[in-house]
Structure formats: C-alpha cells, structure tokens
C-alpha cells in the first residue's frame, strides 16, 4: 500500500523536479518516487560519490555530467547485448540460406 | 597530457548485421564481432571510439534484421540502444544531425576504389576518422 512522505528541500531543488515534471508530463509525486527508487537501489559508496559530486559543482558540474554520459553509454551497451541475444535466438533459420555467403542488404555499384 | 580525440568510426550496417548472423552461426571471435565490441566498448586500440550513424543506416539495420525473421521488440530495442550508444559515446554525436541524401565520396580511402556505399553512409561521413565495410571483414 502507497504511504505518503513529507520531506523539506531547497527550493531550487523543489524548482528543478517540478521542472521535470512539466517536462516529461508526470506528477511531481511520480518524480520523487523515481528518484527515491533509483536513489536507495544505489550501492552506498556510490550514493555518497553522487552526494559529493553535486555538492561540489551542482547538476550541471562537467564531472557530474561526464559521469552521466558514462552510465548512459554503459546501460545501452547491455540493452544492445541483450536485444541481440534476443534477435540471435529469434532469427529465422529459413531467412537464412542466401545469407550465408557475401551476405548483402542491397547490390552495392561504385559511389559515384 | 591532454586525453586523446576519439576516433570517430562508421561501421557499414552490413557488419552489424554480420555480427548478429556469425553469432547465429556459432561462430565466435570474428572481425565483425569483434569490430561491433569494440565500438560497444567506446575504445579501439586504447583509444576512445565514437560510432557514428545515420537514422537512415539505422532504419536499414531495422529492416534487415525484421527481414531475416528477428523478433520485432528486440530489433526496436537494439535500434534504440544504437541511437543510444551514438549520443553518449564520447563525442556524444547525434544521429539526428548526420542528414545528408547525397551520395558522396568523402571519407578518406586507402585504395583508389570509393569505400563509400549509397544511403547508408552517414551523410556526414566527413565526421568519420574512418569507415568500415563488410567487404573489409569476414563474418
């Protein structure tokens, strides 16, 4: 069952997650669920690095954003491994024949 | 010591492809593989390497794979994460940027034959350090 929290933030803070909420169309009660679910599945050391970081140079710190860029890159780096097992697995035998050899989308004639 | 500038790689849809049929084969270790990792990886060689790709090479890497049967979820959600894998690499490129119809021959080649083939090239291959072909790989 859904409890109901009351937390005091800075009001830039309050301003940036109903900036997010108008953005991306969701509640403001739905922006702090996501960012506690994501926040407490963090592994502590992690958390603590993410606290420091903002501490020191805010959102938009180039470290903080550099290390986002990262994460992004990684996450889909696994969602590309995963959706090629799946593709892999899903492949239809029979498409395959002409396929195997020289396989090509399209004759390609020069460039020009 | 400045970090050094990513190299900026276009791999021929081709070799995507390839990379998903030698995988269907069994096959392990190839070039196309291994090409693939490497730019899931972000690095060549200890460099840092940025994909380029066009929405259109990426509509084409789509529609090869529903052709050969893949289930469509898994075709979007690799897309998606191509497009993905673009913006964040370290260049953070955007493939909605690279629009260019026509077919050019402006990325430096090795040989005297043209390595760029038609629609699937990014428009902006002049981006590209360097462009990979299937016909330069072996699946």
């Known amino acids: 069952m859904p409890k109901a929290l009351s937390a005091t933030v800075p009001e ?3 301003a940036r997650a109903r ?6 169309n969701r509640s ?19 958390r603590d690095q993410l606290v420091a970081r903002l501490a020191v ?3 938009d710190d180039a470290a903080f954003r550099e290390a986002s860029r990262e994460l992004m890159f990684a996450l889909a780096h696994r969602r590309f491994e995963a959706a090629r097992v799946a593709i892999v697995e899903g492949i239809d035998d029979q498409t395959l024949d002409p396929a195997l050899d020289g396989w090509r989308l399209e004759p390609e004639g020069d460039a020009r | 010591m400045t970090a050094a500038r990513p190299l900026r790689i276009v791999l ?40 380029v790709i066009s929405l259109a090479m990426l509509e084409s890497f789509r529609g090869a794979l529903l052709r050969l049967g893949a289930p469509s979820a898994a075709v979007d959600a690799a ?33 005297g034959r043209p390595s760029i083939g038609r629609a699937r090239t990014p428009s902006s291959a002049d981006r590209a350090s360097m462009l990979l072909r299937r016909s330069q790989t072996r699946m």
């Open chain 2, 12 to 51: 021929d849809v081709n070799i995507f492809v390839t990379d998903v049929l030698s995988r269907r084969l069994g096959r392990r270790g190839t070039t196309s593989q291994k090409l693939v990792d490497a730019m899931l990886a972000g690095e060549i060689g200890g460099r840092p390497a940025q994909l």
């Open chain 1, 28 to 46: 403001l009660s739905n922006v702090v669920e996501n960012a506690l679910g994501v926040f407490t599945a963090m592994p502590k050391e992690l």
């Open chain 1, 19 to 24: 900036a997010i909420a108008r953005q991306e």
């Open chain 2, 79 to 111: 897309t998606s994460a191509l497009l993905d894998l673009t913006r964040n690499g370290p260049d953070a490129l955007d493939p909605y940027l690279l629009l260019d119809p026509a077919p050019r021959d402006r990325c430096p080649r090795q040989s």
């Open chain 1, 12 to 14: 830039p803070l309050e």
């Open chain 1, 57 to 59: 140079g805010g959102p």
